[in-house]
């Protein structure tokens, strides 16, 4: 393809019309949404739901008041998602260059604005490329939380996309996002054909580029939250991929000070108070880390830091400090960073 960011446009513009058109499962939601959300979604106009194509749940918790930033945010689904649980003082940007996208999703403004019950809009979409978001003239560490649902795959400057978004959050704020990822690199012919790259095949990242991509942007030490194999599901696309493995992930990325390589073990522990919405018992930080209230629990320095350092702080009493290191967080593992995955790596904290 001569022009990837024309393709895309094409692919998802006029090809596709709704969500029946995909050629395969890839940009499929697999995991049920928590009952809040499908509350949220309840409330969507149908317009917009037919033009949903995300892979994943790219809507974390404790949003109340966030200025949030939607990088391909499509017909808007998870734009209004977010409106509504950033209340009417929050704010959402939705970035997304495909005409025919934007149009429905400010066809829709007055109608979600009407429906949450807001006095105005906290939701506005901008026309632009992803891999240019400096030309949209957004502030640099103005946002609490980036969004992205099975967009980065097409993008063809992908660390860019990362370093980009790293700039635009404030300290403590966080990158959370679904996309399609890989057991091994895509051959180039296989990134050639318009098909496959529109169906978020062709574009997605081996995994372990993914995580040195995101440790150049400046997330040290990124988080899955959720993981899925994605099949094919089109025998003739099937054919083409031969045995390369497809996965659904969703990931947490922080933008904190400090943050190691590796997890080191401080001695510290964290205790969670509850008071989360949706998460009054327990609360999952990332796929390895769920705190239940009122019991005290060991983590290493990362955790330590992902928990004190944001917006998750209130919710917690901490325990420790990093005056003294312990070595090596006992019981990070070496396993592939997926648990349903099949490679291996030192990339993944088990602890």
């Known amino acids: 393809m001569e022009n990837i960011h024309e ?25 049920r949404p ?13 317009e917009v739901i037919a033009k949903y194509y995300g892979c994943g ?41 495909t005409d025919e ?10 109608y979600h604005t009407e429906k949450f019950g807001y006095q105005k809009p906290n939701v506005s979409f901008v026309k632009g490329n992803i891999e240019d978001l400096a030309a949209l003239n957004l502030e640099k560490g103005s946002f609490d939380l980036i969004v992205s649902n099975c967009v980065l795959n097409l993008a063809e400057d992908k660390l860019k996309v990362l370093k980009d978004a790293y700039e635009l959050l404030k300290p403590g704020g966080e990158m ?17 054909n318009k098909v496959l790259w529109g169906e978020c095949l062709s574009g997605a990242l081996y995994w372990n580029d993914f995580l040195n991509f995101a440790k150049k942007a400046g997330f040290t030490d990124p988080r899955v939250i959720e993981d899925k194999p994605v099949t094919v599901e089109n025998e003739e696309l099937e054919e083409l991929v031969g045995n390369i493995e497809f996965y659904s992930v969703t990931y947490r990325l922080m933008k904190i000070e400090g943050l190691e390589s590796d997890c080191e073990d401080y001695g510290q522990a964290v205790k969670y108070l509850g008071g989360i919405p949706e998460n009054e018992h327990a609360f999952e930080l990332d796929s390895h880390h769920l705190f239940e209230k009122g019991k005290i629990e060991s983590v290493c320095g990362n955790t330590f830091l992902m928990l004190k350092k944001t917006r998750f702080n209130q919710y917690f009493d901490f325990y420790g400090d990093f005056s003294t290191h312990y070595g090596i ?23």
């Open 176 to 192: 959370y996002f679904s996309d399609v990822y890989t057991n091994r690199r895509v051959p180039q012919h296989l990134q050639q």
């Open 329 to 351: 967080y006992e019981g990070c593992g070496t396993n592939s960073p997926f648990s349903t995955g099949t490679s291996s790596s030192a990339e993944d904290c088990g602890c």
């Open 57 to 97: 749940i790219t809507i974390p918790s404790a949003l109340k008041g966030l200025k949030v930033l939607d990088l391909g945010s499509g017909s808007g689904r998870d734009c209004y998602i977010a409106s509504k649980l950033v209340g009417e003082k929050g704010q959402v940007i939705g970035v997304d260059m």
């Open 101 to 110: 996208q934007l149009a429905v999703a400010n066809a829709n403004i007055d």
């Open 34 to 46: 928590p009952k809040h959300i499908l509350e949220a979604i309840k409330l969507i106009s149908d």
């Open 7 to 31: 393709s895309v446009s094409e692919y998802y513009g006029t090809e596709l019309q709704s969500s029946e058109d995909l050629k395969t499962n890839a940009c499929c939601t697999i995991t």
